[in-house]
């Protein structure tokens, strides 16, 4: 049973059930809209797959005490449960940097390993804010190699602007950082072990970040004019 948690006498932060699919078209409308303002990162979600989560005790809701909503964040589960993702935190902006997608990241990653004690939790991400929140619970970067194999996993990164990328460079390169908590690491307190420090690497993961952007997006933009230089002497 996951308890309900108050934060900062302003917000409840609890697993969504039924009396939240009022909410699920807000959430996407947040989603899309993110996503465009960002030039990046968060796959579209249909109200009908958010409400899905909601009814499978699947995702997490963040309102204020008076029941606006405020944030959100789902799980899904991965070959046969031996993965799990935490997906598609979006907080309304108004509310940003208030705290609360810690606590959302933090009750989704509750959530799961209450109901996948086995399975790694995984994420991907272009934001340091969310790298910031997933080492602090344990995550450590990853290769996109060690994520799902499953078809299914990647399908979800179709309705990305950045898709073309990860599809380029057969899964291997994209302007995500893939993450992933194992929870073998952290069975034995004799073999505990130490969370990324993200504040301690921050400035050169950001540096990275900012390089590899540049690298990804020149050869997709490189890419693009290139077939449109072969078009333009298919018509001549």
Same mark, same amino acid.
Request: some cysteine; aromatic content about 8%.
């Given at each position: 049973?996951?308890?309900?948690?108050?934060?900062?006498?302003?917000?409840?932060?609890?697993?969504?059930?039924?009396?939240?699919?009022?909410?699920?078209?807000?959430?996407?409308?947040?989603?899309?809209?993110?996503?465009?303002?960002?030039?990046?990162?968060?796959?579209?979600?249909?109200?009908?797959?958010?409400?899905?989560?909601?009814?499978?005790?699947?995702?997490?809701?963040?309102?204020?005490?008076?029941?606006?909503?405020?944030?959100?964040?789902?799980?899904?589960?991965? &070959?046969?449960?031996? =993965?799990?993702?935490? $997906?598609? %935190?979006?907080? *309304?902006?108004?509310?940003? +940097?208030?705290? !609360?997608?810690?606590?959302?990241?933090?009750?989704?990653?509750?959530?799961?390993?209450?109901?996948?004690?086995?399975?790694?939790?995984?994420?991907?991400?272009?934001?340091?804010?969310?790298?910031?929140?997933?080492?602090?619970?344990?995550?450590?970067?990853?290769?996109?190699?060690?994520?799902?194999?499953?078809?299914?996993?990647?399908?979800?990164?179709?309705?990305?602007?950045?898709?073309?990328?990860?599809?380029?460079?057969?899964?291997?390169?994209?302007?995500?950082?893939?993450?992933?908590?194992?929870?073998?690491?952290?069975?034995?307190?004799?073999?505990?072990? &130490?969370?990324?420090? =993200?504040?301690?690497? $921050?400035? %050169?993961?950001? *540096?990275?970040?900012?390089? +590899?952007?540049? !690298?990804?997006?020149?050869?997709?933009?490189?890419?693009?004019?290139?077939?449109?230089?072969?078009?333009?002497?298919?018509?001549?």
């Amino acid at each position: 049973m996951i308890t309900p948690e108050i934060v900062n006498d302003q917000y409840m932060v609890q697993v969504a059930s039924e009396n939240h699919l009022q909410l699920a078209e807000t959430i996407c409308r947040e989603m899309e809209e993110s996503a465009k303002a960002r030039g990046t990162g968060i796959a579209k979600r249909s109200p009908i797959y958010v409400m899905e989560k909601m009814l499978e005790g699947k995702a997490i809701v963040a309102t204020t005490l008076a029941g606006e909503w405020v944030g959100f964040c789902y799980i899904e589960t991965w &070959e046969h449960g031996k =993965f799990v993702a935490n $997906s598609g %935190l979006i907080v *309304r902006p108004e509310h940003r +940097k208030s705290g !609360i997608a810690t606590r959302i990241k933090a009750k989704a990653f509750e959530l799961s390993r209450s109901r996948f004690p086995n399975a790694k939790i995984i994420g991907i991400t272009t934001s340091l804010a969310v790298m910031k929140i997933n080492s602090d619970l344990g995550y450590q970067p990853v290769t996109l190699s060690e994520l799902p194999g499953d078809e299914a996993f990647w399908k979800g990164c179709q309705t990305c602007a950045n898709f073309d990328i990860l599809t380029r460079t057969n899964r291997k390169h994209c302007l995500c950082t893939g993450m992933l908590y194992d929870p073998e690491e952290h069975k034995k307190p004799e073999q505990k072990t &130490e969370n990324w420090n =993200f504040l301690k690497e $921050s400035k %050169l993961y950001e *540096r990275w970040m900012r390089i +590899k952007e540049r !690298i990804l997006l020149r050869l997709q933009h490189d890419r693009s004019r290139s077939r449109k230089t072969e078009r333009e002497l298919e018509t001549a």
